[in-house]
């Protein structure tokens, strides 16, 4: 599985890529693969306050729906709309056209609380190993 390096990530699998005082926000690699083929994702509205470790967002497979939560509190600035249409390319593209919103943060300070990929990984292969 692939996790980049400059990426933060939470503990219910969302990465956040920080781009000045943009944040992009998407699931990992990991979380698409276990929901597996992604066939509807309801995104927040542009504009909508977000709060840390709230639920933002779901993602329905084949298999159940799953909530997204929001990485940081802030706004919510854009939405990617081509996953309205093409939900699929989140299990095709998760770290690229596959992102889900764009968020400003109202507490910079919980970027900075975010797991690094080393963390996120270590996280995983604990949970894997039971």
Known sequence: MNFPAELRYTKSHEWVRRSGDKLI??????AQHE???VVFIELPHVGQQVEQGK??????SVKAAFDIYAPVSGTVKAIN??????PAIVNQDPYGKGWFFE?????????????TRDQYESMIRQSAAG
């Open 55 to 60: 639920g933002i967002s779901i993602v329905e």
């Open 35 to 37: 929901i597996s083929d």
């Open 81 to 86: 709309t081509t996953l309205e249409s093409d």
């Open 25 to 30: 926000v998407g699931i990992t690699d990991y």
């Open 103 to 115: 968020l400003t943060s109202s507490k910079p300070s919980e970027f900075e609380s975010l797991l």
